[in-house]
């Protein structure tokens, strides 16, 4: 019967530790920095800002983006971004700066593939 018993206990013990390390794992997906965000805002030759509630994310004249087709792009304006208009549901993933650094919220990758 003992020898029974340890290779169910050993299995239990690697089912909490499977469950544990999913669990650990979801979380730091979950967290990510840079997030996915939908945002909006009034852009420029220039670049501008896309807001999600209070915070406004800089973007700039070049940033990495993925086209309507899927194709993704390192640097550029993205296509599906209007100068000069407000631009709405826009989908894209944010950065903020550490405190330390000043706290700046940027667009770090946007996605023109549902627009």
Same mark, same amino acid.
């Given at each position: 019967?003992?020898?029974?018993?340890?290779? $169910? /206990?050993?299995?239990?013990?690697?089912? =909490?530790?499977?469950?544990?390390?999913?669990?650990?794992?979801?979380?730091?997906?979950?967290? &990510?920095?840079?997030?996915? =965000? $939908?945002?909006?805002?009034? =852009?420029?030759?220039?670049?501008? /800002?896309?807001?999600?509630? &209070?915070?406004?994310?800089?973007?700039?004249?070049?940033?990495?983006?993925?086209?309507? &087709?899927?194709?993704?792009?390192?640097?550029?304006?993205?296509?599906?971004?209007t100068?000069?208009?407000e631009?709405?549901?826009?989908?894209?993933?944010?950065?903020?700066?550490?405190?330390?650094?000043?706290?700046?919220?940027?667009?770090?990758?946007?996605?023109?593939?549902?627009?």
């Amino acid at each position: 019967m003992r020898k029974r018993v340890v290779p $169910i /206990a050993a299995f239990a013990v690697a089912v =909490l530790l499977f469950g544990a390390g999913f669990a650990v794992g979801r979380w730091v997906v979950a967290s &990510d920095d840079p997030r996915m =965000l $939908i945002g909006g805002g009034f =852009l420029a030759n220039g670049g501008g /800002a896309l807001w999600v509630g &209070d915070t406004g994310y800089n973007l700039q004249s070049s940033v990495a983006w993925r086209d309507a &087709d899927g194709s993704e792009h390192a640097s550029g304006w993205p296509a599906c971004l209007t100068h000069d208009a407000e631009n709405m549901g826009v989908r894209f993933r944010g950065s903020v700066d550490s405190p330390q650094s000043g706290g700046r919220a940027w667009v770090v990758w946007v996605d023109c593939s549902g627009r």
